[in-house]
């Protein structure tokens, strides 16, 4: 009888015994979890969700800090004229090109041409007369002049720098050369010029007599 009694259910006090357990075993792990949920250890799915407060922020109009315009009107933008730009006459040069020619530069106008020094007329470049006196005498000597040629190539200018030592010889340079010496004007620009000159007059007994 007792072989055959091990594999019926079990007996009323068993189950008992098994139902305390159980609902023991249930407090333990109910009791554990309010402790967690009251310490934020895990979340409370029971805590009811925090109400939204709403706050309408009441909008004042500054109606006396910006004018008042009538429905109908229509702000326009002010014109802000621009500035004047500057007129620039170019008046005709007298003699000058056609200004109906776009391709031509105005302006003023400057000479054009060469730069060309004084230059001797040999011809006239003769040595003067031997004084009377100064041949007499024996006299000899260089005389230096400085001399100014004009724009039609005359001496108009002949001064003594250094003399001969002798007055007769000095003064025959000087007329000698403003009167007979000539020459080609300087150019600048292709425009005759004035210039200065130094040049030297010889006297030699030797030449005289030959």
């Known amino acids: 009888m007792s072989a055959l009694s091990v594999g019926h259910a079990p007996r009323g006090a068993d189950k008992q015994r098994y139902l305390s357990v159980a609902l023991v075993v249930s407090l333990h792990v109910a009791v ?3 402790l967690l949920t009251a310490f934020e250890i895990i979340p ?5 969700t925090p109400p939204v ?19 109908n009107h229509r702000f326009i ?14 008046a005709k040069d007298n003699g000058g090109p056609n200004p109906g020619n776009g391709n031509q530069i105005y302006g003023p106008t400057f000479p054009t041409g060469p730069t060309i020094g004084v230059r001797a007329i040999a011809d006239t470049h003769t040595i003067p007369p031997y004084p009377t006196l100064g041949m007499r ?7 230096q002049l400085r001399i100014v040629v004009d724009e039609q190539g005359r001496v108009v200018v002949a001064q003594v720098e250094s003399s001969s030592g002798y007055t007769e010889l ?4 000087v007329a000698w050369v403003q009167s007979r010496w000539r020459y080609q004007p300087a150019m600048q620009d292709g425009r005759a010029v004035s210039a200065t000159l130094h040049v ?7 030449s005289a007599r030959g």
């Open 32 to 34: 554990i979890y309010v």
């Open 44 to 48: 409370n799915p029971f805590k009811p």
């Open 53 to 71: 407060i709403t706050r309408i922020i009441q909008q004042t109009e500054h109606r006396d800090t910006f004018p008042q315009f009538p429905d």
């Open 77 to 90: 933008r002010p014109v802000v004229p621009e500035p004047d730009q500057p007129v620039i006459d170019i």
């Open 137 to 143: 005498l024996g006299h000899e000597g260089i005389v």
């Open 170 to 173: 000095d003064d025959a340079a």
């Open 200 to 206: 030297a007059v010889k006297f030699h007994l030797n």
